[in-house]
């Protein structure tokens, strides 16, 4: 959950200042960074559920889609998404379609 992300990135950037703060310099950099990898990350998370969950024939796999997809588009509602619109609606479109999977697979 984004709650939990954000919570474990507060103790990490706390725990930077304490032992090495010159990573820490700047850290709206660093907060548009975590933010990039946070969008990567997710995007590598659903296309391998959706890879072992589809293509492996994997179901299980597939029941965590649905989070993931949720996941991405609560990242990407940030402030500092906002100059990313087409992959603002292509999650949207996705969410859409992985609800949809879910519903008919049930």
């Not at 103790?11 to 850290?27: G, S, T, V």
């Not at 907060?31 to 946070?38: A, I, K, N, P």
């Not at 796999?61 to 991405?72: D, E, I, K, T």
């Not at 990242?75 to 879910?102: D, G, T, V, W």
Request: hydrophobic letters at 40%; a positive charge; aromatic letters at 10%.
């Amino acid at each position: 959950p984004l709650e939990v992300q954000e919570r474990l990135c507060a103790i990490y950037k706390n725990m930077l200042r304490q032992k090495a703060p010159e990573l820490l310099r700047d850290e709206k950099e660093f907060d548009h960074g975590y933010l990039l990898l946070s969008l990567l990350r997710n995007m590598q998370v659903m296309g391998a559920y959706a890879f072992l969950g589809f293509k492996k024939n994997k179901p299980f796999f597939r029941g965590y889609l649905l989070s993931a997809a949720h996941n991405f588009l609560a990242i990407l509602e940030k402030p500092a998404c906002h100059e990313y619109p087409a992959l603002h609606h292509l999650a949207s479109i996705c969410l859409e379609k992985i609800s949809r999977l879910q519903i008919n697979n049930k």
